[in-house]
């Protein structure tokens, strides 16, 4: 340390101060270098990410519109077709596809709902009627609720459906 202090103070006036400012300059690019540099990086690419997420959101909007539309012309065509109640078309559709030895219960809770109760049913199938009730039938699923049996692919389920306007 004592030599570098001799050998500072042995410089002239003007070589100290070129030396500082040199330092100076090197921390300034340093700095530079290893914290702004890196941080510019950071935001541009967040940005790209930003852009591209605005995107693929404008996208699926306009996805999503077309599906509701195309949904709107499916559902109202299919449904307008089937003028039962909505408890027999859930009682019926639910035999059809296979589910009549697990359904338990079909009963009106509401105006426009029906609570379904399935014991031991298939849950693919339990999952597919429900699909084309929505698809085709014009119900939403309030509420679902589903217990694993032990059984393989069987489960205790209860449905809220309700009739979609």
Request: proline share 2%; hydrophobic share 50%.
């Amino acid at each position: 340390m004592m030599v570098m202090r001799d050998a500072w103070q042995n410089l002239s006036l003007r070589d100290q101060r070129m030396l500082l400012m040199g330092g100076a300059l090197a921390l300034l690019l340093l700095a530079y270098a290893l914290l702004w540099l890196p941080l510019q990086r950071s935001r541009d690419d967040l940005r790209q990410q930003v852009a591209a997420a605005q995107a693929s959101l404008r996208w699926m909007r306009a996805a999503a519109e077309e599906l509701n539309l195309r949904r709107g012309v499916l559902g109202s065509a299919e449904t307008s077709q089937d003028h039962r109640s909505l408890l027999a078309r859930v009682d019926s559709g639910a035999r059809e596809q296979g589910l009549g030895a697990a359904l338990m219960r079909v009963e009106p809770s509401a105006e426009g709902a029906v609570n379904v109760v399935f014991q031991q049913a298939s849950f693919d199938a339990l999952v597919g009627w429900l699909e084309s009730m929505s698809r085709t039938h014009g119900t939403r699923i309030a509420e679902f609720s589903a217990q694993s049996t032990g059984a393989s692919g069987q489960v205790d389920a209860r449905a809220l459906l309700v009739e979609s306007p």
